[in-house]
C-alpha cells in the first residue's frame, strides 16, 4: 500500500539545523521513500515569476514553426532547444509524444554550452528568473534530503553547485477540434536525475505508478505550488531507498502548459550509497560513478535504436 502525495510546506527548509527543518526534512524523506512523489508549498517561487514563465512559455510555442525550428535541440546538441511535435517517444509501445517541448541546460558558458534564446524581445531575463528560482528551491529540497538521510544538511551543497540542471517548458497541444484525443502525451518513464519540480497549469493528464499498484491521477494542487519526484540517480544514491517513480501524460483534452525543472548533480558528483541506506553488513547494491557517467548511461539507452 502506498500513501497518497503530500503536500508539504517546505518554508522551515530555507534556516537549516532547526527543529522545523529537521520535521520537513523527515516529512519529505518519508514521500521520497514510500511514493516518490511530494508537493510543495512554500518553496520560496513568486507566484508572479511563476505566472511570468508560463506566459513566456505560450508566447514561444505561438511562434511559427520555422522560428522555433531555429533552435532545435538537433541543430544546437547537448539537451538545449526545441523538441518538435510528435519528435520524441518516451515509452516507444506508445508511439510518439502529442507534445512539444523546449530545453536550456544550467550554463557558465564556460564548461558547458550557452543555452540559445527565442527571438522574444525580453523574453531570456525573465526565464532565467525563473530557472534560477526552481532551481534555488530544488537546492533547499537536497538539504532536507540530506538531513533525512543522516548526513550534514550541505551534504549535497559541492554536488550541485555546478548541476547539470534542465529547465523544460512542455506543451501539449489540444486535438484538432471534432477528433478523439489519440495517442499518449507523454509515454510512461522515470526521470533520470535528482529530483523534477514540475508545475502545471492545471490542466489534468498527469499519472503516476506508484510500486505495487496501479495508475493513479495527480491530485490537483494549490495555485504555485510544485509537484517534486525523485529521479533514478538520487535512487541509486540513496541504494534503492528514495524511489523514483513512472509517471506519464494522458492525451489531454485541451491544451496544457507545464513546466519541468530537473535538478542532476555536477558531472563530477560521486553517485556513492550513502552509507545509512546501506544495511549493516550488506554491501551497496550499485558501483560509485560519477553522475555524469550515469547520466550519459542512460541517455545512451534511450537513444540506443534496434
Ligand atoms: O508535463 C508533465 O506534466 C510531466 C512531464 C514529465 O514527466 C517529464 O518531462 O519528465
Ligand atoms: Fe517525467
Not at 527565442?118 to 537546492?139: K, S
Request: glycine fraction near 8%; include cysteine.
Amino acid at each position: 500500500m502506498h500513501t497518497a502525495i503530500p503536500i508539504i510546506d517546505i518554508s522551515p527548509l530555507a534556516a537549516r539545523g532547526t527543529a522545523q527543518h529537521a520535521r520537513v526534512a523527515a516529512e519529505v524523506g518519508a514521500a521520497c521513500r514510500d511514493v516518490g512523489f511530494f508537493a510543495i508549498t512554500g518553496h520560496g517561487v513568486a507566484p508572479e515569476l511563476l505566472a511570468d514563465a508560463f506566459a513566456a512559455s505560450r508566447e514561444f510555442f505561438a511562434l511559427d514553426t520555422v522560428t522555433k525550428q531555429s533552435i532545435a535541440i538537433g541543430k544546437l546538441g547537448h539537451n538545449r532547444g526545441y523538441v518538435d511535435f510528435g519528435a520524441e517517444a518516451l515509452d516507444e509501445k506508445r508511439g510518439a509524444d502529442q507534445k512539444e517541448a523546449l530545453n536550456f541546460i544550467w550554463t557558465d558558458e564556460l564548461t558547458r554550452p550557452p543555452n540559445a534564446w527565442p527571438p522574444i524581445e525580453g523574453w531570456r531575463p525573465r526565464v532565467q528568473a525563473y530557472f534560477d528560482a526552481a532551481l534555488a528551491a530544488a537546492r533547499m529540497l537536497h538539504a532536507a534530503f540530506a538531513a533525512d538521510l543522516g548526513l550534514p544538511p550541505s551534504f549535497f551543497d559541492d554536488k550541485i553547485d555546478q548541476p547539470m540542471a534542465t529547465l523544460r517548458f512542455l506543451h501539449y497541444p489540444a486535438p484538432a477540434a471534432g477528433t478523439a484525443a489519440e495517442g499518449i502525451g507523454a509515454g510512461a518513464h522515470t526521470d533520470y536525475g535528482n529530483v523534477t519540480l514540475l508545475a502545471t497549469d492545471g490542466v489534468a493528464g498527469l499519472q503516476v505508478r506508484p510500486r505495487n499498484g496501479d495508475w493513479i491521477d495527480a491530485p490537483a494542487l494549490p495555485a504555485g505550488a510544485f509537484l517534486c519526484n525523485i529521479g533514478d540517480c538520487l535512487m541509486r544514491w540513496t541504494n534503492d531507498v528514495y524511489v523514483s517513480t513512472p509517471h506519464r501524460v494522458l492525451r489531454p483534452t485541451r491544451e496544457r502548459y507545464s513546466i519541468a525543472l530537473f535538478l542532476d548533480p555536477n558531472p563530477d558528483a560521486l553517485v556513492s550509497a550513502i552509507p545509512s541506506c546501506v544495511p549493516a553488513g550488506e554491501a551497496p547494491r550499485y558501483e560509485p560513478v560519477t553522475a555524469q557517467a550515469y547520466l550519459q548511461s542512460r541517455f545512451d539507452a534511450t537513444y540506443k535504436k534496434g
